[in-house]
């Protein structure tokens, strides 16, 4: 079946490194995606990762995928305050359509 | 990335009431998707939204329950209708596919308290 599984929780200190983790079902996915939802506001794309790449560096983002084991992660360099929110890996089913996970909330400790 | 924008940005209904959210593009668009958010959860797609035909829903949800318009490329709206509380979530419009993938961008939510 489809399914997307993130924890629920990641706590960590400002400036320390953050690693969200996901895994998926579908190895036909094309593309992962990672989005970020702060209190109150809409889904906010970050990035995204194309399924024959192994991984994706962006500034502070680094998207890593193993393809063979079916897990994503997104490893935020230097947390910040401003990084506090809902964090939701999606794979695409091919048609348009994305499968969410059920977001990760990171929390950030002074 | 295309700009969305959502109006209302938040409303508080009575019971047995109907609001219609519209979501505006600054660019034409293929497709637009229509979510819920209930609180604490992950998005459920409603249904997406096609230019000049029926809307698809997706399981559990129903036409008469949601009415879908989409008269062009670039508008839609969502109508929640005879609202419970249950309806009380975050609304959220999409758009895609672009650039060639399958990436969707969101306009900022409506969010609804019925009570």
């Known amino acids: 079946g489809e399914d997307v599984e993130q924890s629920l929780f990641l706590s960590v200190r400002e400036g320390d490194s953050s690693v969200i983790n996901c895994t998926y079902t579908d190895s036909s996915s094309t593309y992962l995606y990672w989005y970020k939802q702060e209190p109150g506001a809409g889904l906010q794309l970050l990035t995204y990762i194309f399924s024959n790449m192994d991984m994706k560096q962006d500034q502070r983002l680094t998207v890593l995928l193993n393809k063979k084991d079916k897990h994503l992660s997104l490893r935020i360099a230097d947390t910040q305050t401003g990084d506090s929110a809902i964090y939701f890996c999606a794979e695409s089913k091919g048609n348009y359509q994305l499968i969410w996970g059920a977001g990760t909330k990171l929390i950030i400790k002074p | 990335s295309a700009v969305i924008s959502q109006k209302p940005s938040r409303d508080i209904c009575q019971r047995g009431t109907s609001l219609t959210i519209q979501c505006q593009v600054d660019?034409?668009?293929?497709?637009m998707f229509w979510y819920r958010q209930q609180p604490g959860q992950s998005l459920t797609l409603i249904a997406t939204a096609n230019q000049g035909s029926e809307a698809t829903y997706e399981s559990g949800f129903v036409i008469d329950k949601f009415p879908i318009s989409r008269p062009n490329l670039t508008f839609s709206t969502l109508t929640v209708s005879n609202m419970s509380p249950e309806d009380s979530s975050i609304y959220l419009c999409s758009v895609g596919p672009t650039s060639g993938t399958d990436t969707q961008y969101f306009g900022p939510g409506t969010r609804l308290t019925v009570l």
């Open positions: 660019s034409q668009v293929t497709m």
